[in-house]
């Protein structure tokens, strides 16, 4: 981009069109902290249909749908854990050490993609343990899976808030829990 040339993209206009908290998340998972970018229109509306809406969007409407069909909106408590609910686990606790240490080095893109890699990991965990086929079974297995979903979704509302701020107190809110969000940080 150059002012010389005209090809500026305003910042306010891209706001305007898509809302802070994506513009916010699309630029730090894109552009590495203090180094120069790639911007394209295409690809802040990629990173938004895709990482936003489709890994985010969908993984907390569909855990919130669940809990609400399936346990009338209450947080069910976990009944036995299995192999595959001791990975989700494991990767929840390796992935916020990874985003810690990526956070100490300003490396927001690096944090960003780690919670992203998370986000896969839930999604699969709910593709592959079939809550709707828990509940028709009647299986005990499925306050199991709902409560892990339900603290994996807490988990990145805490670690997606300083990158979507807004989007993160939404979900705080949808998961039931109270306060500022950001009070939750020492």
Request: aromatic share 8%.
């Amino acid at each position: 981009m150059s002012k010389s040339l005209g090809n500026v993209v305003e910042p306010g206009a891209l706001v305007a069109a898509y809302g802070v908290d994506p513009v916010r998340y699309f630029l730090l998972r894109e552009v590495t902290f203090g180094l120069d970018g790639d911007f394209s229109h295409t690809a802040l509306a990629h990173r938004i249909n895709s990482d936003l809406a489709n890994d985010f969007g969908n993984l907390a409407n569909r855990v919130l749908t669940m809990v609400e069909r399936y346990r009338d909106g209450v947080t069910p408590s976990p009944s036995a854990e299995n192999e595959e609910t001791r990975r989700v686990v494991a990767a929840a606790d390796q992935a916020v050490q990874e985003i810690d240490a990526a956070m100490q080095k300003l490396a927001f893109h690096r944090a960003l993609g780690r919670l992203w890699e998370f986000l896969t990991t839930l999604n699969r965990y709910i593709d592959s343990s079939a809550p709707w086929k828990l509940a028709k079974e009647q299986s005990p297995q499925l306050d199991t899976v709902l409560y892990t979903c339900l603290e994996g979704l807490r988990l990145t509302a805490l670690l997606v808030s300083p990158f979507m701020p807004s989007k993160a107190q939404q979900l705080w809110e949808q998961l039931g829990l109270g306060g500022r969000i950001e009070e939750q940080f020492g």
